[in-house]
């Protein structure tokens, strides 16, 4: 039972750190999936090292190994990361509201001493988008989800922002005279490409998520639901293009809770893509809508993505992540 | 007259190729400006390569130095520039229409064949400002001219993306009920923040540029020249935001024509962006106010950031530029 010489060869635990649930996955020395695991996350800083430590110790036993086998933990979280010092502040759905909490010190105590990254969920969801769907490191993770966001790898590198402010662009103005947002501006972006926004537009009922249920109503021609679906669509086209025209990324990945609609959230996406370029040589040339791509939420690209970051380098050095 | 050893520590020249005129300036081995002059751009690509020697030849002249002395020739020029290959495509500014213009091939043999890097012109200013500024390289250079459009410089390295759309802000909607842009689309942040939608809202006269007049007549106290000036300051702010909500670069740097009215522009964006946050402790936690920089055209730092590109490693290398 003893470590790897060459850690990056070795397995790894990867960790997608949610406010209702821990997502985890165990890869093999090839980056393979061999095992994966959902727990309810116990709120605050304690309770999340908790949780995290009892998903990593069943991983490992699903396999006969040990957490002290591990070449490390990755793990991604919501709030403001210092991947640095693996300090997260701030992480509210976490439940926890203060700053500098040492999560990666606390948890990779609770292993035994393992190596633990910790990292912005987002982040890590745009490490394992580029690792699952095949792509080079190039691209936006686009969340849509109570919130809109991104998570930008630019040239192989995580973009983070010393602010953590980078990909924030659910917080930009989409419609100027719009509604009041929670942040304290008007009409931004998040008031109309979010999974939240779709909830309130087209409310759940049949037992379906919002979204499953409006793309149905919309495919089955009611007017009501095209035209909600149109709309919320226009705005995800938005923060596409607005992704394409500060960062030209080579592919905009669509994740989050709304992306487990599928193909016909692409497709509609795409299509308010097109129209939006349709009277511009400009936006044309750039081929928005051929950069899209999607993954669901049933494939663990946040828990693979943190997996693959804990074996690379340190941050500061050449390529932080492993893609 | 042999060449140093140390390529990275001789003297270099840089070039802003732009519609009207070549900037160029000398730099020596301790990358201080030794000489700078300007001459009228000879349209098309033989005319630019004919303007741009030129410009060489009579920097070198003018401390005894002759072309082949150099270490290398850096030009920013208007237009989609493959930094790997020199080649530029639809620098409608400079007359050159055609794609593909071997322009780093063409310079570099009539030099006498030295090294000679073609960047795209917002590019080599944020380059400089950076190194003009003395600010670690994390910056956008937004540049209000005739359009709007900014320079990143991320991490140190310059984020040019595949397509050449990086930093093209100035086509993303700002009032998307506004006015059609020649681009196809609606309400551009271009018709809103740059010098082009200043001189249309402040017709120049009194021989002044249109930008100096306006501020000049708001300081006075001239009721609509303020709510010009507001409107524009907004406008500007609202750029200024966006390129710190996608990218989170530490410094934005205000340049091009507009910049020439100095510190009350600065002032003017400074004080919209604090308004613009001042019912938002998001916004306010990101400080954006305090991220402004201004360079007036008087500094050269497009062609500063010329000479120091280079003297870099090639693109691809781990730190391109000389920051």
């Known amino acids: ?55 990593v110790g069943r991983l490992c036993g699903a396999v006969g190994k040990r957490p002290e086998d ?38 990779g105590a609770r292993l035994g001493g393992v190596p633990v990254a910790v990292e912005n969920d987002l982040n ?9 769907l095949g792509l080079p490191g190039d691209l936006a993770f686009l969340a849509l989800g109570t919130g809109v966001a991104a998570g930008l790898l630019l040239g192989g590198e995580l973009r983070r922002g010393r602010h953590g402010a980078a990909g924030e662009i659910g917080h930009l ?49 009611d007017p009501r639901a095209v035209a909600v679906r149109d709309g919320f669509a226009d705005a995800v086209a938005a923060a596409v293009r607005l992704l394409v025209l500060t960062c030209d990324v ?13 193909e016909p959230l692409l497709l509609a996406v795409a299509e308010r893509s097109r129209q939006q370029a349709a009277g511009s040589p400009f936006l044309r040339s750039l081929r928005i809508a051929e950069r899209l791509q999607l993954v669901s939420r049933d494939v663990p690209v ?14 500061g050095h050449e390529r932080p992540v492993g893609v």
């Open 173 to 221: 103005p989409y419609e100027p005279s719009g509604p009041a947002c929670p942040c304290g501006q008007r009409g931004c972006l998040e008031l109309y490409a979010s999974g939240a926004a779709l909830d309130l537009a087209w409310p759940p009922h049949n037992g379906r998520p919002a979204a499953a249920d409006l793309f149905a109503a919309a495919v089955e021609g």
């Open 70 to 107: 591990l070449v490390g933990v990755g793990a991604g979280v919501p709030g403001l990361v210092d991947p640095a010092t693996g300090r997260l502040s701030f992480a509210v759905n976490l439940g926890i509201d203060e700053r500098g909490v040492e999560l990666a010190a606390l948890l």
């Open 124 to 132: 890590v969801a745009a490490v394992g988008a580029a690792r699952v």
């Open 302 to 315: 946040a828990p693979i993505g943190a997996a693959l970051a804990v074996r690379a380098p340190a941050p």
């Open 1 to 55: 039972m003893r470590r790897e010489p060459h850690a990056s060869a070795g397995w790894s635990v990867g960790l997608d750190i949610g406010g209702t649930k821990v997502l985890g996955v165990l890869l093999d020395e090839e980056g393979e999936v061999r095992h994966s695991l959902r727990v309810p996350t116990l709120p605050g800083a304690q309770g999340v090292v908790a949780s995290a430590a009892d998903v």
């Open 250 to 262: 080579e592919h905009v990945v669509l994740g989050g809770g709304v992306a487990d609609v599928g």
